[in-house]
Every structure is written in structure tokens, then in C-alpha cells.
């Protein structure tokens, strides 16, 4: 048997959603530089679902839909309500999103159709779930969807119960483009593996936010932010990254399984970060993570990811940190139930094989003699 740990470079599937090549990532075969600039997140779901970009009319249609299943079942609201208050948040969002398949009585039909519907509520279901965690947690109530606005600016609107400035909106919804879809990362692997054994579409959606909790994969954003916070100044940037790199410590937001010279997103956020910081006033944060940058790639020759400049935007739209993971799952959601509407399209289940390295040959001996 060959082993490949972590299974780096096994192609496990075919996929037509997006891809990495040469560095260069597309969904659907738009390039992501073009989306970025372009495309709003409502856009780019329904590409990732149906394949091509929306008509204007389909556009429209979607829109009213992600409105018209915003809101979440009382009960759901209920029960985060007796959510510990300091609860990791994306344990407490995987424990809603498992718990949404409790109210929709089509949680278990099988078809095409009744799959794209919940795939439509679990998007517009999950910004309102991670708004409403955000507010139970501060003793807030939580705050209606509003109807006819995009998600950016319904999240931002929920979130703070008040209405966003454009601004925000524009690069939240940048952001939300940027973490859609790539690929077979880790939790879309663990949505698929999920539904490849023919369980229902919330299963496979609530396995993935548990991958994507962990600081090697969407965890590593608010990872970022705390080690920004540890770090503090400018001045302390170089002993800090120093120390860790000594003691051999990774450097959260760095480095990727795939982009070896670099992360197309990165610069998209990079960007951002300063033109946030700028127009505050205040580029202490993003001057911080330019320094980091500076030290990791000359030292390691590893490049910022997705997740890096991705914390200084966040906390620069007053964002607190335990919601740039759930942010992220605001987003990776429509690539999750794109791959799943896929994996059911052509399904077979996915079950590798592991080399046995235990023990041998042993007897049983009956307990009181052992
Ligand atoms: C949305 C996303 O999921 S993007 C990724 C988010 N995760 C992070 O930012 C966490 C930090 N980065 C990492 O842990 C890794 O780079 C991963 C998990 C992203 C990729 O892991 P792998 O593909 O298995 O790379 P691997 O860990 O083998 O790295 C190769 C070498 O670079 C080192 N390295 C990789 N990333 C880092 C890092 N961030 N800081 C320091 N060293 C690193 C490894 O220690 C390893 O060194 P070695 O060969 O001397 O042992
Ligand atoms: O693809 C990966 O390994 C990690 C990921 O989700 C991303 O970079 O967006």
C-alpha cells in the first residue's frame, strides 16, 4: 500500500465548480481576480449552483428567495438562546445548523429539487444564525431579517441592529465572494464524505462547519487576529515573529496545501485591509500584518493564505473575532451544497483505506486474568 498523509496531491473526484491551476483559481471558469472586482456574492452562489452566471431575472429570483427563508424557526432561536454565553461560536453555529434539519420536515427528500431549496435556506439560514449567536451572547435580542437587501448587508443590519454603511456592505460582500468556494479543502471534503453515504443535506452542511472550526483551516483567521492582538505594535512585530519561528511555531495564516507561490485572494483582502485603515485613519493593524508578511515570507518563503489580511478587514469593520470563522462559514456555505448537490448528482461512496500498523497476533485473555 502507498501512503499519502494528510492525502496531499490524491485527486479524489471530478468537479466542475472551481479550480486551482497554476495558482490561478476560477469558479465555474471565471477567474477569481474578475469576480472580486465584478460579481456580487449573490452572483457568485448561483454560479456555484447552476454553472453560469444569473440573468437579471434570475438574479431577482434568487434574491427574494434567500429573503423569503432568512428568518429561522423559533425554536432554533430558542434554543441558542440556553447556549452557554461563552460557547466556542462555531460549535454553537454547528449545533444550529444540525438543529435547522429538525424543523423542515423535506430534510430527508432525496430530490434535486427539494435539495436546492434547502440549499437556499441554509444560506440565507446561516448569516441570520451567526447574527443572532453574536447578540445572545452580548444578552441582545435577536434582530428580525430584513427583506430585499443582500446578505452583507442584512448580516452587518443584524448584527448590530442598525442600518450598515455602504462601505462595509461592499466589502463584506467582497470578502464574501473571495471565501466561497476552493475546491476540495478540508471541509467541503467533510460535507462530501458526509452525503456520499446518502445522509441528507444538513448532515453534510453541519460536518463541514466542524472541519472548518479547526485553526489549520477556516480557524486560523481568528487565529491570525489574536496572535495580531498578542503582537500589539509595530515595534514588537520582528521579536515576536522572531521567538515563534525559533521555537518552530507556525504562523497562523500562512503557508496552503495547494498555493505553494501564493494565495490569488490574499492581495484582493490585502488591499482591503489598508483602504479600511486609511479611511479610519488608524493602519497600525494592517501596517502590523504588513510586517509579519515581510518576516515569514523572507524567512520561510511562505506566503499569506486567504485567512491572513482576512482578520485586519474584520476587525476593521468593527467585527469581533469570534465571528470570522462563522463569517467565513457565511460564505464557504455556498460552496458546501454546491459540492453536495454535485456529490449526489454522481454519487459513490467515499471510504480510502488505512495501512494497519497496531499489534498482531494477539490472544484474548479473559479479564481477571490479565
Ligand atoms: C482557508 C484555509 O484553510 S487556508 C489555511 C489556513 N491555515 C493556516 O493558516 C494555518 C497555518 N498553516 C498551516 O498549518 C499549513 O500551511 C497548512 C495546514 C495550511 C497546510 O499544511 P500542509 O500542506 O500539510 O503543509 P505542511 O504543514 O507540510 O508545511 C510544509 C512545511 O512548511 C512549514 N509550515 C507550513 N505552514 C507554516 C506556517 N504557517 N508557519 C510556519 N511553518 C509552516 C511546515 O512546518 C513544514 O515544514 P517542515 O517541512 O520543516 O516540517
Ligand atoms: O483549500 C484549502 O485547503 C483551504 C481552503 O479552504 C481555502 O484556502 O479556501
Redesign the pocket.
Known sequence: MTVTK?L?GIVATTSSISSIVDGVLTYRGYDIDDLAEHASFEETVFLLWFGSLPTTAELDKLKRDLSDFAAIPEPVIAQMKLYPKDANTMAALRSAVSSLALYDEAADDMSRESNEIKAVKLQAQVPTIVAALARIRQGLEPVAPLKGVSIAENFLYMLRGQQPDMISVKALDTALVLHAD?EL??STFAGRVTVATLSDIYSGVTSAVGALKG????G?NE??MKMLEEIGTLSNVEPYIRTK?ER??????????VYKNG?PRAKHLMKMSRELGIMKGDTRLFDMSVKVEEL?TGQ?G?RP????YSASVYTQLGIERELFTPI?AISRVSGWTAHILEQYEDNRIIRPRAEYTGLVEQKYVPVDER
Open positions: 494528510g496531499e476552493h479543502n478540508a485553526p489549520l483551516h477556516g486560523a487565529a491570525v519561528l518552530r511555531e507556525k504562523i497562523m495564516g500562512f503557508g496552503h496545501r494565495d515569514v520561510k511562505l493564505n486567504v485567512d491572513f467565513f
